[in-house]
């Protein structure tokens, strides 16, 4: 998880360099594509594990 953090801490701090381009790029890229789905498969099972305690 710490990796994901570090990763979309410098894309933002690359986007509020206005290198708007560059952190599009990083985003765009396999590492970014591939944090980025990890954090939405996690995002995603927290949501389950949240829907089941409450049913």
Do not use: H, P
């Not at 990763?7 to 590492?31: C, G, L, P, R, W």
């Amino acid at each position: 998880m710490q990796q994901r953090i570090d990763y979309f801490k410098q894309i933002i701090t690359t986007y509020q360099k206005q290198e708007k381009e560059v952190a599009e790029n990083m985003m765009a890229s396999d590492t970014g594509l591939y944090l980025a789905t990890q954090v939405r498969i996690l995002t995603i099972t927290i949501q389950n594990g949240e829907f089941i305690l409450l049913n």
